[in-house]
């Protein structure tokens, strides 16, 4: 049974750091572009980033460029997102997902994470 779990979350000042790491069961990885979306309350879920099956290509959303970066390691079948700068509207329970493709749309996404909680507040 395919599996993503997500971990890192928690609370921090803005300005602030988290990484966020994705575990996917074995063999998801190479066969998967692996995505993150968010969600904040009251706000359906947005995609932040994606990393290609390949690896060879990131996407982000506009808002996050320069303060994201997604990544992965293979050998440990996880995916990463560093988030730095972190601002108050980065507020929201971020989710990682896996498909063949990256796309900006949650509903092309067979496969979730159950999500965990970040918080930018002072």
């Known amino acids: 049974q395919l599996q993503l779990v997500e971990s890192g979350g928690g609370l921090v000042q803005p300005g602030g750091s988290l990484r966020l790491s994705c575990a996917a069961s074995?063999?998801?990885?190479?066969?998967?572009?692996i995505a993150w979306f968010r969600q904040a309350p009251g706000k359906g879920r947005e995609a932040v980033s994606c990393?290609?099956?390949?690896?060879?290509?990131?996407v982000y959303l506009d808002s996050v460029k320069g303060r994201f970066t997604v990544s992965r390691d293979i050998a440990k079948n996880t995916v990463y997102l560093q988030m730095n700068s972190l601002e108050p509207q980065d507020t929201g329970v971020y989710y990682c997902?896996?498909?063949?493709?990256?796309?900006?749309?949650?509903?092309?996404?067979?496969?979730w994470g159950q999500g965990i909680q970040v918080t930018v507040s002072s």
């Open positions: 990393i290609t099956r390949t690896g060879n290509e990131e």
């Open positions: 074995p063999g998801i990885l190479p066969d998967n572009s």
């Open positions: 997902a896996a498909d063949h493709l990256c796309s900006q749309w949650d509903i092309t996404f067979p496969t």
